[in-house]
Structure formats: C-alpha cells, structure tokens
C-alpha cells in the first residue's frame, strides 16, 4: 500500500537562529539564508524599533506591518495584521499596514491556494511574541520591577497601577538575544487569552476603496510613457509574424508605431504591439492594423479534442502518475457483488476578473520597474529576467491592489509584453487590455474528464475505488518547481488532482493523475478559483451521492460512515487533526440545519455535498446543502438556498471569512449552472459578457453560513466553499427530479434532454 501526502510547504520559518532588538544595539531577528526570510543587519540608532522585517514600531507606537500578499477584495493586509497585533499586545488603532514591492528578503512572494493566513499565521506569531518578550523585558527594567510582575497590554508594558507605553521604551533602546532552542519554545498566546484573533474590526482598506483612493495597477502612469495595446496571434503558442500592415492605423491621431515583440522567453509569441499616445488611440489603431501569421499546431485543436484526448488516457492502464495505489484493489473489483462506473465532464472556464490585465513598465537608474497587480511575483520575475536579459536583481515589481485575481493573476505573464515593448521603445509602456483582449490572453480553466469506479462487497459495504482524472496541467507549464512527487518516482501536478485523494475511507483506493498534453500545448492552463478540487470534488461527491443511490443508503449515512477517521484519514498536528471526523462533524451539522430527509415541494430538492477544500495537507472541512427548484418545461435549476458549515479551524477574521465564503459559494453556483466557455481551433469561443454568462445578480439565493468553534490551527478560506456547490447542485437537482447531470456547467437544454430521456 502506498500514499502520497506531501506538497511543497513555502515559507517556512527558520528556527537555527534567531535574534531580536532595537535599531541602535546591534540586535535583530535572524533567519538562515534560502529560508524565506532575511536577517537585518546592526544599524545606527535611530527612532524605529525592528524586531523584524515584518514589522516595525516607531516613536510614537505605531506599528507598521509589512504584507507580501495581494490585496484583490479579501481584506488580507487586516486579517495578517490582526495576528501580529494580538501576540504583540498592540493597540489596534496603531496598526498600520504596507503593501510592499518585490525584495528577495521577502522570501517567496504568493498570494493563491488559500495559503495566505495559513502559512503566515505563524511566522507573524512568533514574531509578535518575539517583540512582545523584548518590549516587556525592557519596559520591566524602566519601570524597576521583576519582569515576571509585568505585561504587555494594549501598547504598554504594565505593572500593578503602572504603565511604560511601547512609543516610551522605543524611544530608550534595548538588548535581547533570543538562541534558537529559545525561538522553538516560544511562547504563543493560547486561544483563550487573544484579544484580536476571532473579534470583528473594520477592514482597514475600506476607506480608501471607497473613497477612490486606494491604487489599481489600471491607475499606474508615469511622465513620458506611451500606450499600448496588443495584437493578440490565432494561438497561444507557435505563433510568428509573417508581416505587418499599418497602413490604415496611421490615420489615427495619436497612433506611434506598430512592433512585433521579440520574446526570449517565449511567454507572447506572435505578439504585435501597437503604440499611441492615449489608449482611446492605441484601442483604434489596434483594430486597424493588419498582421498576417503563421499560427501553431493549437489552431487545429478544439475542446472535443482534448476531451477525447482524456478518455483515451483513463482508458491506457499505463499512463500518468499514482497518488494512491493500495494493494487489493483489483481483486476488490474482480470479487465485488456489484460496482459502479460514471465519467464526469466540465467546461473551460475563464476568469473574467473585473480589472482586464495591464502593466506600466519602464526603465529607470538601471532598475526595470513592473507596476502592476500581481499575485505571484516570484514567478514571474525570473520570467521577465529572461525576457529582458536583465539579472533578477534589476527588477522590482511595484505592488498595487488587484481589481479582481481569482488566479488569474498568479500567471504574471502579462507584465512581460509590457516590459519587452518599453525595452524596445526606450521609454515608458503602458499596455492595457480590453476585455476580448483579456479573455483570448487569458489562462483559463482546462476542461476536464475523470472516471470513478467503486466495488461492493457481498454486504454492501465499499470494498475498493478508483479515480482517473484527465486536465491540463498549469503547474507543469508554468512552475514546474512546485510539481509534486507522485509513486514510483513519477511527478504530478498537486493543483490539478487536489481533491481526489479524498478522506473517505473506502477500502482499496487508487488515484491516477493524467496530464492531457493536448490541453498543455494547445492553450496555457491556468489557476482559477479552487484549481483541481474545482473538477476532482465534482467528480468524487457526484460519484458518492450516486453510489449512496445504488446501495439504497440515505446519502448523508453513506458517507458518514466512510468519515471514520481511521487509518491514513485520522489526521494529523498540525492542520488536520481529528481528520475525517472533522469532515463527518460539517456535514452531520449542515443535514441537522436543513433538517434533513423532510420532505420538499414537487420539482423541489435537497442535494448534499462535503469535501476538504484546497489539499489534504490544508485542509478546510466543509459541507453543503443545496436547495432547488427544477422547471420541467424549460429545464431551468433556481438555486433557493445553499446552507454551508465549514470548519477552517480558527478564524482569524470573522467578517473577512464570512465574505470569503460568500463570493466562493456564488462562484460555485455560477460555475455550476451559468458560466462555461469552449476552446475552438485555438481561441476561446466567447470574448465578452455578452456570451459568457457568469451568474447575474437576480440569481443569487439565500445564504446560511455557520463555521464551527475550533481553536485549531487556522487554514484556507478563499477556496473551500468554491468546490462544495457544484455537486450539491447536480445532487439537489436528481433530488427534485430523478435526472443525474454530469457535466458541468449544467444548462437547461441539458436537464430538458435528461427529462425527457428519462420519461
């Protein structure tokens, strides 16, 4: 039996050495080089405390903290202060916070995978604890007293009736050494003494989002630059510039140039900029210039194609790469009184983020500036170092708000046409998108294709089950560094399959990830919303939910009694402890809120789904009821109600959960019944709202929302309730009606041909 569980952890907190103080006395936090963090050095004395470099308190007690995640709507810089600011016993009207731009002492700089206050939570912890220690030890020795008869209490040291503020002892210098046995036994503040964690306070970026202050890399400008706007070739890859003809585009007023773009590294081949001098011109002009190509082998390629490209893969028992391959499977399967065999299909979707993408790229004292959102620089700087033929070091990306990233501004791909064309024209580019631009540009969603099997036993027990899953690999394609060791010495993509390796204890289990090489060659897979559990959970809770059906179980017992936490699925310290109970517990809660098994309305139904959100490693325990309604004459699903329970653990932000889980949920939805597209001959099918269909706001139901108490460790909120709706739906709809959908998205031709099949 074999099983595979681990992913790259990022951001890890050195604990070989450590060092604190003030400016002025030589003392810092100090990490080992390649850990993600840097050490600073001893400097002159000056009016700011820097325990660390995430953070500093200055003469007059205010705390600044420096953030590396993107701010696109989630509220992140307030959910990471607050936990700095709880250990650090600082008053919360003295935070404030930095969104800073790209420095290697940063580490790795990534904001997806609802990685963000689960991989900083500590760090920040121990930080502020690590500041707190030193800001009490100095403030005893000020105010004369034992240190133990001293703490730390809203931005004070305090002793009895007596207090030294933090502003004070900042302003008198300290010295404290912390060695790294010290740093491992850190003191952090148990659940029950947090005054920050878990109690709402205002976002901090609010007031500037509403007022219109806050900066989107949309309002990036610079003195001199020029527009841009590309001309996007017939495919993603392969394609070259036969010629260019501007000849109609020079009677725009305000049109420049047109430039084919050479790209060493291969990010935009094909590409044709055009330049003005506004971006009203550089739109007219682009639509005037011709450009004859030659495009790549993806112009003969279509969704159908990468579809059945899939089927063949499940159907070679010799392909892809095992996660999960327990002994006995088979025989399971040759042995079982009965089994069950479904495939589950899903659309390209696309990330029609608000804010289409853009970068200001210029020039300036020997350094390249990026100034745009993004929401992985690490990526992407060693993208545009090759592009530009420039050391790492001579480009910084100046960091802004992301009007919308869902994943797509992961892949920074974006910044180095923009690069490239200021390289060339020796002056500052501004590239921006429109819409259709954005969408044929976009690194969308793969489609997808998974097979699933299951056995029985003679009692009716699940004897054994087998997961095939066939998509496009982003991760193989754009950060090769993050693919992860499957069995038998063999490489996947942990973002592509994430989902199937389920805490279901189900006998025998096998999973096989499928890299569809026609879908990595013919477009760029991407990262949206959720990644692999967006297909995998779809596929494993649809499977569950029929084969509950067949075994004539109520499909809330069925898996119940699969979540028995037992063996590899008990869990572990420290983000998945208690495991598959866990599981058990959101999904036994949400059946009790909906009260299960009452009866509904005819053409009405109750559908269920549970899954873990993002990775086994990070796990977010959630579970969905889904209510609808099914009009048998035109086949439309009205979602009425969706009831969620997640356990994330400790939440940090209360309100930012609660929106998080919102906007995933409707996401669900809209995946599930509205918004698909189809890739045909090398291009997406629809390039505007006008035939892409995202849910609209009439749609929107009524929403409950619970998170269950836990002091456990915190996890990912972005993600999780995004991969739970889409089989509620699809299990609430043969609820209603007897008709088991599976593919997504579900449209109503789809569920009238199902009717009518059925009757």
Request: glycine share 10%; with cysteine; charged share 20%.
């Amino acid at each position: 039996m074999a099983r595979l569980q681990d992913r790259t952890d990022a951001l890890v907190l050195s604990r070989r050495s450590f060092l604190i103080g003030v400016a002025g006395t030589g003392v810092a936090f100090g990490f080992a080089a390649g850990e993600g963090l840097a050490a600073t050095s001893s400097a002159p004395v000056t009016s700011r405390f820097d325990p660390t470099i995430w953070y500093s308190v200055d003469r007059d007690g205010v705390v600044t903290v420096n953030i590396i995640r993107a701010e696109m709507g989630q509220h992140i810089g307030t959910a990471l202060a607050r936990v700095l600011a709880d250990e650090l016993e600082t008053d919360w009207n003295k935070i404030r916070i930095d969104a800073v731009d790209t420095d290697p002492k940063w580490g790795l700089m990534v904001t997806g995978g609802s990685w963000s206050v689960w991989q900083t939570f500590p760090v920040f912890s121990q930080a502020g604890a690590a500041g707190r220690i030193a800001l009490v030890e100095a403030g005893a020795k000020l105010l004369g007293v034992p240190v133990d008869r001293c703490q730390a209490r809203n931005s004070a040291v305090v002793t009895g009736d007596r207090s030294i503020a933090y502003a004070e002892i900042v302003s008198r210098g300290l010295t404290r050494t912390f060695t790294a046995d010290e740093l491992a036994q850190m003191p952090i503040k148990a659940a029950s003494e947090r005054r920050l964690i878990g109690r709402n306070v205002a976002a901090m970026d609010i007031p500037a989002k509403t007022n219109g202050t806050t900066r989107y890399g949309i309002d990036a400008t610079v003195e001199g630059m020029v527009y841009a706007r590309p001309k996007i070739p017939p495919t993603r890859n392969g394609a070259k510039v036969r010629s260019i003809d501007d000849s109609a585009a020079r009677k725009v007023k305000g049109y420049i140039s047109s430039l084919a773009l050479e790209d060493p590294s291969n990010t935009v081949p094909g590409w044709v900029m055009v330049f003005a001098s506004s971006y009203p011109a550089a739109i007219r002009a682009a639509d005037l210039v011709k450009v004859d190509w030659i495009a790549g082998d993806g112009a003969k390629i279509s969704e159908q194609d990468v579809l059945d490209h899939g089927k063949a893969q499940i159907a070679d028992p010799n392909g892809g790469v095992l996660l999960v391959d327990d002994s006995g499977l088979e025989p399971a399967f040759r042995g079982a009184s009965s089994t069950l065999e479904r495939t589950y299909t899903t659309s390209s979707v696309l990330h029609y983020q608000l804010e289409p993408v853009n970068a200001l790229a210029f020039e300036k004292d020997g350094i390249f500036e990026i100034h745009t959102g993004n929401q992985w620089q690490s990526l992407i700087l060693p993208v545009l170092a090759k592009a530009l033929g420039l050391p790492q070091e001579q480009i910084v990306m100046r960091t802004y708000a992301l009007g919308g990233g869902f994943g797509r501004r992961l892949n920074g791909d974006y910044a180095v046409p923009a690069a490239l064309a200021a390289k060339a024209l020796g002056k500052p580019v501004k590239m921006v998108l429109t819409r259709p631009d954005d969408t044929r540009f976009d690194s969308f969603r793969s489609p997808s294709i998974q097979t699933l099997r299951m056995a029985f036993d003679g009692s009716g027990k699940v004897a054994a089950m087998d997961h095939h899953a066939s998509a496009g690999w982003p991760t193989i394609v754009m950060a090769p560094g993050f693919m992860a060791k499957g069995l038998y010495g063999k490489t996947y993509d942990p973002f592509a399959i994430a989902g199937a390796d389920h805490w279901y204890s189900v006998g025998a289990q096998r999973v096989r990830a499928l890299s569809n090489d026609v879908a990595n060659t013919a477009f760029r897979p991407g990262w949206l919303r959720s990644v692999g559990p967006g297909w995998t959970n779809w596929a494993v809770e649809s499977f569950m939910d029929e084969a509950a059906h067949m075994a004539g179980v109520d499909p809330v017992v069925f898996r119940i009694r699969m979540l028995d936490g037992k063996g590899r699925n008990a869990g572990s310290a420290p983000s998945s402890v208690h495991g598959a109970k866990r599981q058990a517990a959101v999904l036994q809660r949400a059946a009790q809120k909906v009260g299960w098994g009452t009866a509904v309305p005819k053409d009405a139904g109750l559908g269920i789904a549970t899954t873990f959100g993002q990775e086994r490693d990070m796990p977010t325990w959630t579970a969905c009821v889904a209510r609808v309604r099914v009009n048998r004459s035109n086949g439309v699903v009205t979602v009425e109600k969706l009831t969620l329970v997640l356990d994330a653990g400790t939440i940090v932000d209360p309100d930012g959960a609660l929106a998080q889980v919102e906007g995933a949920s409707l996401w669900g939805i809209s995946m599930a019944l509205h918004e698909g597209t189809e890739f045909i001959k090398g291009q997406v099918k629809d390039v505007n709202l006008d035939t892409y269909t995202p849910m609209r706001i009439g749609d929107v139901p009524e929403l409950d929302i619970e998170f269950m108490d836990s002091s456990e460790a915190p996890v990912g909120l972005g993600e999780p309730a995004t991969t739970v709706v889409a089989p509620a739906i699809g299990n609430a709809i043969f609820a209603a009606v007897g008709v088991r959908l599976r593919h997504l998205p579900i449209r109503p031709n789809a569920v009238l041909k199902a009717l009518t099949q059925k009757s």
